[in-house]
Nanobody, 124 residues
Framework: QVQLVESGGGLVQAGGSLRLSCAASGRTFSAYTMGWFRQAPGKEREFVAAINRSGGSTYYSDSVKGRFTISRDNAKNTVYLQMNSLKPEDTAVYYC?????????????????WGQGTQVTVSS
């Protein structure tokens, strides 16, 4: 059973940066597209970014494009989300997830394994 464990969340001022990590158990990490999602209080979970198996292709939501960078290290079974120029509206619980598709998908129902989430709070 694959487990995903996020870390790196915290409290940061607007304009600051954080790097989230998601460590995966198991030996098949490199076989899967991975994604990051977030959920703010009272809102639906929304797509943030996705990365293909090799790390050569990425896809971002319009709300984070140019500010966030997704990457992965298959040797370490880890996917990262570098978040720069953070805004108060980025405040949410951030989740990493494993996709069932080879392509880069923003649809949460195409991800079958989820981490427990890590809280990111951006103060104004």
């Amino acid at each position: 059973q694959v487990q995903l464990v996020e870390s790196g969340g915290g409290l940061v001022q607007a304009g600051g940066s954080l790097r989230l990590s998601c460590a995966a158990s198991g030996r098949t990490f490199s076989a899967y597209t991975m994604g990051w999602f977030r959920q703010a209080p009272g809102k639906e979970r929304e797509f943030v970014a996705a990365i293909n198996r090799s790390g050569g292709s990425t896809y971002y939501s319009d709300s984070v494009k140019g500010r966030f960078t997704i990457s992965r290290d298959n040797a370490k079974n880890t996917v990262y989300l570098q978040m720069n120029s953070l805004k108060p509206e980025d405040t949410a619980v951030y989740y990493c997830a494993r996709s069932v598709r080879l392509g880069l998908s923003p649809r949460s129902n195409e991800y079958d394994r989820w981490g427990q989430g890590t809280q990111v709070t951006v103060s104004s």
